[in-house]
């Protein structure tokens, strides 16, 4: 595979920007086997834009052959506060994670943070050197996205949260970081870091973040892009936001039902965001069906084929819900069917209910 075709399909839905694209061919070019890496905090049941996002994501650069690693960020989940910062719980969790990830990228390898940094001076010397090299006011300006936007609120372990980040790309030997645009602040911070102490060129890479399928709240006029997609983003701690990847297909009908939709509407809207970066990379198609009466059923090949027919009025809201349901529910359905048997004790140990 050439280089402009690695870098075609690394940059394909649900792709959404690379600092830079001429740093990405430069890596290409001269190194045989370019390393990845993408961190999760392990801090609750995934929903479908952490698997069949990002895991998509993920599959397309091992395709394009570059090494992929899932790291499972156990200590970052403490530091964020995350399920109680309870180790018992954080470890059991971490194991349910590697297994869902092995299945959906079974190329990828899994890193455990506690692994990574075990009798590992190196890490820890340069996680100070890093500190060394960024101000109070740089780091606050990483965390000041939905969650993480009160200074009065944030933790010291929170400061020590984004230069941990930057210190893994270098630990893991990632040439390509690779997270949500939600996390573009911190590689920014991350590449101006690797230039300052000399540790080579990266490339951060972000994939889109689906937005919430509840109406969307009111977004500050003055507020930068990382804020608004942290507000907008899908969560699963917000009711009717997120579809959780072991759902049921009766619970994705549900809340596509009541999903925030507007007739004709396609800018921002969820449903449609839903088409474009999971169905159709994953499936290649979506199939409507309807009664006569109403236009009949319907095939796309494409997204932009479906958004054209949304915007025209051509494809009813409630029509659209339920073919992505359909559709959705065909792709969870393997996840499903792997996994389902364990969703209850799993919702117990993230402390929520079914």
């Known amino acids: 595979m050439d280089v402009d075709r690695r870098i075609e399909l690394i940059m394909s839905d649900p792709a959404e920007e690379v600092i830079t694209e001429g740093d990405l061919r430069d890596i290409l070019e001269t190194k045989a086997r370019p390393k990845h890496y993408i961190g999760l905090e392990i801090s609750g049941m995934p929903h479908i834009g952490h698997i069949l996002v990002a895991g998509k994501k993920v599959n397309d650069l091992s395709e394009a052959g570059v090494d992929t690693q899932i790291f499972l960020a156990d200590w970052h989940t403490v530091a964020n506060n995350k399920l109680g910062g309870d180790w018992d719980k954080i470890t059991e969790a971490a194991k349910f994670y590697r297994r869902l990830f092995n299945f959906f990228c079974p190329k990828a390898k899994i890193v455990l943070g506690s692994d990574l940094y075990k009798n590992n001076d190196d890490y820890w010397r340069l996680i100070i ?40 790309i270098r630990a893991l030997e990632a040439d390509i970081p690779h997270a949500g645009v939600d996390q573009r602040r911190v590689h920014v911070l991350a590449k101006e870091l690797f230039r300052d102490l000399g540790l080579g060129k990266i490339a951060p890479l972000h994939h889109h973040l689906l937005a919430s399928l509840a109406e969307p709240p009111k977004v500050s006029e003055n507020a930068e892009k990382e804020e608004i997609v942290a507000a907008m983003k899908m969560s699963k701690s917000k009711r009717g936001s997120a579809i959780s990847i072991l759902a049921k297909k009766a619970d994705i009908e549900s809340i596509l039902s009541g999903a925030w939709s507007p007739a004709m509407m396609v800018k921002e809207n969820p449903v449609l965001e839903i088409c474009r970066y999971v169905i159709f990379p994953i499936s290649k198609k979506m199939k409507v069906e309807r009664d006569a009466k109403y236009g009949g059923d319907a095939e796309y090949y494409s997204y932009k084929e479906i958004e054209a027919a949304y915007a025209e009025g051509k494809l009813h809201p409630a029509d659209l819900k339920s073919s992505v349901a359909k559709e959705l529910n065909k792709i969870i359905e393997p996840i499903r069917n792997a996994f389902g048997s364990e969703e209850e004790s799993l919702l117990g140990l993230f402390g929520l209910k079914n």
């Open 129 to 168: 050197q890093m500190a060394r090299k960024t101000t109070m006011a740089r780091a606050t300006r990483t965390l000041l996205i939905e969650g993480r936007s009160e200074k009065d609120t944030l933790h010291v372990s929170q400061y020590i949260y984004p230069i941990m980040q930057a210190a893994d």
